[in-house]
């Protein structure tokens, strides 16, 4: 199976990028989250250091200036794609078609969302609303359930 990539900047290139976004099936997202995990704790040694992998998971600018690490997103107070319940410590990647990647190490906690915003037309930007609700459901389903 070969798909075509829908940022229109990877496309330019060939579809080729280091910022086309996360593709793929949820099982190969979950295993990428879960090796993520895993380097941060310390726990798979097979790429890179732990503190190598940290260091990439550091927030670059202080909490409220900026909301990057040296290779994620992380959650801006009030305004992250992560939603309410994500720590600042967390780490995350969105993708253009709405696809997105969230792992909190306070809580040890990976949420991976696969979608396709662009499906129905590319100007439509509720997504973007409607993306930290999902990782709020989640998080308060599973808060529920362990009750």
């Known amino acids: ?3 075509e990539v829908h ?3 990877a496309w330019s290139l060939g579809g080729v990028s280091s910022h086309a976004g996360l ?3 949820i099982d190969d997202l979950g295993w990428f989250g879960l090796f993520i995990r895993g ?3 310390g ?3 097979t790429l890179i250091k732990q503190k190598t992998a940290q260091l990439f998971a550091t927030r670059s600018l202080p909490l409220g200036r900026g909301d990057w690490a040296l290779g994620y ?3 801006t107070p009030g305004a992250s794609s992560s939603g309410d319940y994500f720590s600042p410590y967390s780490i995350g990647h969105t993708g253009f078609t709405g696809t997105s990647f969230w ?3 306070a809580q040890d906690m990976i949420v991976a969302i696969l979608s396709n915003r662009v499906a129905f037309g590319r100007e439509r930007e509720v997504f973007k609303e409607l993306r930290p609700k999902i990782h709020n ?3 308060e389903g599973l808060r529920r359930a362990s009750l």
């Open 39 to 41: 380097q941060l704790q």
């Open 1 to 3: 199976m070969q798909g």
């Open 73 to 75: 997103m992380m959650p």
């Open 23 to 25: 593709f793929g099936s």
């Open 43 to 45: 726990i798979s040694r």
């Open 7 to 9: 940022d229109d900047n």
């Open 103 to 105: 792992y909190d190490p």
């Open 137 to 139: 459901w989640i998080v």
